[in-house]
């Protein structure tokens, strides 16, 4: 007898067979017999495999088996992976109910089976069934739900199959699903700073660790505040089983911390910090924060120096803090005897100063220079010289004027320089004055032919001599010789 079926055996051959394999990806099944009227008391089994990444769907052309009441006598099942998806029997064109009708059936994974069977006797002749089924791609991205399969950020799906992939900055994991980061070499140096869980607060990465560094210079203590913001994956009997923060100061461990209870606020008496953090590849919880601040040795309270100020001027100070001493106006900084505008001090790791405090030195014009045919006299008492100190200058009277004609006063300045409002720092002169006649000069007033001149006329009187001995005089009564 020739076979009917595609990829079975014939009727006659299947009865308490084994089950038929089909690994094709697509396919025709028939009922044994096909299309003439199936054999009593049969039972064929057809398992169905196709690749992994892809679904059978298995959709029936035509059905006609023996009705009955829940299927008891012939009937066909499918199944996938001992799970019953339908039972069919009857008539498509009288018991829709019971028959699979139009619509296809797909497995839930890459296996399906199919079963046939009829029982001792038939009272009409149906015929059996037409199936096909094929392999179908199954769009992994839009179907896993399973947390253990799902790509953590994006997942691209191909025929057969998907990958992920995930987000800059992160990188695949070994399961080829999980994104983690690469957080395993922060350095902090400064004094201060934030540190936070990646991507806080959204959930950070699984399957990473990271470790954080505060490394900063013997003398400094660093202390560490953790936001409110606190929520690290737990266990309510065992202690932080899965994710956790630990803390390694100096020779000191701490932690593990984990839960939504933050730390709170620790003082680590240590210029080095390690900070781990663990997360295993399951949780969505939203990571930590905390703010890192640092302390050193304290160093005495400084007094700024008489007449002088120091910046900033504060109740404590502690080791790497510095001052600017200076002074006030007219007063310099003076440090093993060199002055400057300012000098600066810092606190040190041992808790002392880099220096002592300098003294404020008034600044001094010393004595002020002298002025030919003229003299100096001080306002101030006991002729100080030092700043804000008076003197006044004076010619030589009456034959001696002040040039320009000024009132001669001079101040010491803050810069140590003897200082006037009209000449600046410039000395005035003392010029000779020359004569005036108390009465006005005529022909008649001059000496002249034998007569006497009157007192006063002529105040200026040049005289002549020859061997030591006057011969002649005159007297200047003119610029020129015209007068």
């Known amino acids: 007898m020739r076979c009917l079926l595609i990829w079975c055996l014939c009727a006659t051959q299947l009865l308490g067979a084994?089950?038929?394999?089909?690994?094709?990806?697509f396919g025709e099944i028939l009922s044994p017999g096909f299309p003439d009227s199936y054999p009593s008391d049969s039972e064929v089994t057809w398992n169905i495999s196709v690749p992994g990444g892809f679904r059978v769907r298995l959709y029936f052309m035509h059905f006609d088996l023996e009705p009955s009441y829940l299927c008891e006598y012939d009937y066909v099942k499918v199944e996938s992976e001992d799970q019953v998806l339908a039972t069919f029997c009857g008539k498509e064109d009288r018991d829709p109910e019971q028959t699979p009708g139009?619509?296809?059936?797909?497995?839930?994974?890459?296996?399906l089976s199919l079963t046939f069977r009829s029982d001792f006797s038939n009272e009409e002749r149906f015929t059996g069934f037409d199936a096909h089924y094929a392999a179908v791609d199954i769009d992994e991205c839009l179907e896993r739900s399973d947390e253990e399969l799902a790509c953590d950020h994006h997942c691209h799906n191909y025929i057969g199959g998907y990958y992920c992939s995930c987000r800059f900055g992160y990188l695949l994991h070994s399961d080829n699903r999980t994104c983690k980061v690469e957080c395993s070499n922060n350095l902090f140096t400064q004094r201060s700073g934030v540190i936070h869980s990646p991507d806080f607060p959204n959930s950070y990465p699984k399957s990473s660790d990271c470790m954080y560094r505060i490394e900063l210079e013997e003398g400094f203590f660093i202390t560490l505040q953790f936001d409110e913001n606190f929520d690290i994956e737990d266990h309510p009997e065992v202690t932080c089983p899965y994710d956790y923060i630990k803390i390694k100061a100096g020779l000191k461990e701490l932690g593990p911390f984990c839960g939504e209870r933050p730390p709170g606020r620790i003082e680590t008496q240590s210029n080095h910090i390690h900070i781990l953090f663990h997360s295993d590849n399951s949780g969505e919880n939203g990571g930590w924060k905390l703010t890192y601040t640092t302390t050193g040795d304290p160093c005495p309270l400084l007094e700024p120096p008489i007449n002088g100020k120091l910046e900033p001027s504060q109740a404590t100070y502690t080791f790497k803090d510095q001052v600017v001493i200076s002074c006030n106006t007219g007063y310099t900084v003076v440090k093993d005897d060199v002055e400057s505008e300012t000098f600066q001090m810092e606190c040190m790791k041992d808790g002392?100063?880099?220096?002592?405090?300098?003294?404020?030195?008034?600044a001094d014009c010393k004595p002020p220079p002298g002025l030919s045919h003229g003299f100096v006299t001080f306002s101030t008492p006991q002729n100080l010289t030092t700043y804000q100190s008076e003197i006044q200058y004076f010619c030589q009277q009456p034959y001696y004027q002040m040039v320009p004609n000024i009132t001669g006063?001079?101040?010491?300045?803050?810069?140590?320089?003897?200082r006037s409002s009209e000449l600046g720092t410039r000395l005035p002169s003392c010029q000779p004055v020359c004569g005036k006649p108390r009465f006005s000069r005529s022909l008649l007033?001059?000496?002249?032919?034998?007569?006497?001149?009157?007192?006063?006329?002529?105040?200026?009187?040049a005289m002549l001599q020859r061997n030591g001995r006057p011969f002649c005089g005159g007297s200047l009564i003119g610029k020129s010789l015209s007068d």
Do not use: M, N
Request: proline share 7%; hydrophobic share 30%.
């Open 409 to 418: 006063t001079f101040t010491c300045d803050s810069q140590g320089a003897w």
């Open 445 to 461: 007033a001059r000496i002249t032919h034998g007569r006497y001149a009157q007192r006063g006329i002529s105040p200026w009187i």
């Open 352 to 362: 002392v100063w880099s220096s002592r405090v300098p003294v404020c030195k008034i």
């Open 18 to 25: 084994d089950a038929i394999q089909l690994s094709d990806t």
């Open 102 to 111: 139009q619509e296809p059936i797909t497995s839930p994974g890459s296996y």
